[in-house]
């Protein structure tokens, strides 16, 4: 998790970067933290 934040400070593919990562890392935690939670009840 620490290889996306390094691309995105760099700012040389910011533009390009920012937009992997941040779809990326979104979805990331938010999948694992949903599926849990709708998979109990």
Request: charged residues 25%.
């Amino acid at each position: 998790m620490r290889a996306p934040r390094v691309p995105a400070a760099t700012g040389s593919d910011d533009s390009s970067e920012t937009g992997v990562v941040t779809e990326v890392y979104e979805p990331l935690p938010d999948t694992r933290s949903a599926a849990p939670t709708e998979a109990d009840p």
